[in-house]
């Protein structure tokens, strides 16, 4: 009962604040005049948003933000980042404080609805996974009873956690802090027994933070479906638009095969679809409120979907799986740009 009321206290406070926002000035207008874009990152995870060693941030969720830059004005690097914490993401995005969040969170229909947000897409598609010290012999979540679990609050993860022990009638003792080096550093000192988060976290947490990543072990189990994308604001269509299009068109490039190194090679293609998707025809960007080559710019400067992946993913261990292109048998699938 207790967390029922936690949780529609958030909720009415999460819907009390988007009138506040209703009435100002457009984000498509205001990150117009302002000339860069505010985007709000994790505050550190490797593979999706993370500085390198000279405070460059780097990740397909950093890549996602320099795509919209590069779309609205041609120059990928006029972005700026705010890191968020799990607790912090929602309110900032509600408040204005950032334009729109890419920050490895999972598309419900509560944070869909509820909180006044929109997901403009999906850019992973994830599960919920748990990681334990190969130590420990266990070969699967349905010997976890009685576990102590590191989990971080104000996520889904911490939701299915107690769903899935539940459902499976066990018990847990979870260990519940906020920053996600706080918690991970908890799980590798022995403070608990498992690590959940999405899979991709694990992964990525593993390669990055272990002493010796071959010390732990993913469990098979993935207990849940966690489809990550890039949120705006309810009633913001313009600036929905532009960001929903700038990931679609990382995805539909990859589609035709065009990449930030052989684009250049392709804007006399005699291909529609490429024609379309280079701005020499169709004035697609005029539709978006942008230049007609905003698509050419997003992939000569970022790139497509796939070399996004590339760089930042597959070095940590990540295998595509369901992140792969439909024509690849894969869940990425971008609508036609036309």
């Not at 009435?23 to 500085?51: E, H, I, M, W």
């Not at 705010?82 to 490895?104: H, I, K, M, W, Y």
């Not at 994830?126 to 971080?152: H, R, W, Y």
Request: net charge positive.
């Amino acid at each position: 009962m207790r967390k029922s009321f936690i949780l529609a206290g958030a909720i009415a406070a999460a819907t009390a604040a988007v009138p506040q926002w209703a009435g100002a000035q457009s984000t498509l207008d205001a990150v117009r005049s302002k000339g860069y874009v505010q985007c709000g990152v994790n505050t550190g995870l490797a593979g999706f948003s993370q500085p390198d060693s000279k405070g460059v941030w780097r990740g397909i969720d950093v890549d996602v933000c320099r795509a919209v830059a590069a779309a609205m004005f041609g120059d990928a690097s006029k972005v700026r980042f705010t890191p968020l914490t799990a607790q912090q993401r929602f309110t900032a995005l509600q408040s204005g404080e950032v334009d729109v969040l890419s920050r490895n969170t999972t598309w419900t229909v509560t944070r869909d609805t509820s909180l006044g947000l929109n997901f403009v897409g999906v850019n992973y598609y994830d599960g919920q996974g748990f990681m334990v010290p190969k130590k420990l012999g266990v070969k699967s979540a349905k010997e976890l009873k009685g576990a102590t679990v590191c989990v971080q609050p104000g996520t889904t993860t911490e939701l299915n956690l107690a769903d899935y022990f539940r459902a499976n009638k066990m018990t847990f003792k979870p260990v519940v802090i906020e920053k996600l080096e706080e918690v991970t550093s908890a799980y590798f000192a022995g403070r608990c027994d498992v690590y959940t988060t999405d899979v991709s976290g694990l992964v990525a947490v593993r390669a990055s933070r272990a002493l010796n990543p071959a010390d732990h072990v993913i469990l098979p189990e993935v207990i849940s479906k966690e489809p990550l994308g890039p949120v705006v604001r309810h009633g913001d269509d313009s600036w929905y638009d532009v960001v929903k299009w700038s990931l679609f068109a990382m995805i539909e490039a990859e589609e035709h095969g065009l990449a930030s190194k052989n684009i250049d090679r392709h804007v006399k293609s005699a291909n529609p679809a490429i024609q379309r998707f280079v701005g020499a025809t169709g004035d697609i960007g005029k539709m978006l409120g942008l230049d007609n080559r905003w698509a050419y710019n997003i992939v000569k400067q970022v790139g497509n979907y796939g070399e996004s992946f590339e760089r930042n993913l597959t070095p940590l261990g990540f295998d595509r799986g369901l992140n792969k292109l439909w024509t690849q048998g894969g869940l990425m699938y971008a609508p036609p740009i036309r």
